[in-house]
């Protein structure tokens, strides 16, 4: 069986919602590097995208988790505590999917699951084969 490729799928580049700029450099798509705001998550952004994961299976858990911290430094909503309320808002929402991304590609049950239901394979209930 051939092995399906393995890479991290960084997200379309696009342009700052608040003050327009290309984002571009370490935190984007999810810090404007120019405005310092937060950014609405980008549709089609997957959680192994928005912490610049791998799309594969194992998940190296300590480069997971620096990667979620950094993010989490920048992203945080009490360092937006006196922003307009379009960027606190932004912020909610950017950390809590990096919350629930970081949640979900800890738990490798989460992740085969995810990769057999793509491919309508299910793998729950009885045990059997997959478990």
Request: some cysteine; glycine content about 8%; proline content about 8%.
């Amino acid at each position: 069986m051939p092995s399906a490729p393995v890479a991290a799928a960084p997200a379309s580049p696009h342009n700052c919602a608040f003050c327009g700029v290309r984002l571009e450099g370490g935190l984007a798509p999810h810090l404007c590097a120019a405005c310092n705001s937060p950014q609405p998550r980008l549709a089609g952004e997957t959680y192994f995208s928005a912490l610049s994961a791998p799309v594969r299976f194992g998940q190296d858990q300590a480069s997971l988790q620096r990667r979620f911290y950094e993010l989490s430094r920048a992203l945080h909503p009490d360092r937006f505590a006196r922003s307009a309320p379009e960027v606190r808002q932004a912020s909610l929402a950017r950390m809590s999917f990096l919350n629930e991304a970081f949640d979900f590609l800890k738990k490798r049950e989460e992740i085969r699951e995810y990769f057999f239901s793509s491919f309508g394979v299910s793998c729950g209930g009885g045990g059997g084969l997959w478990m």
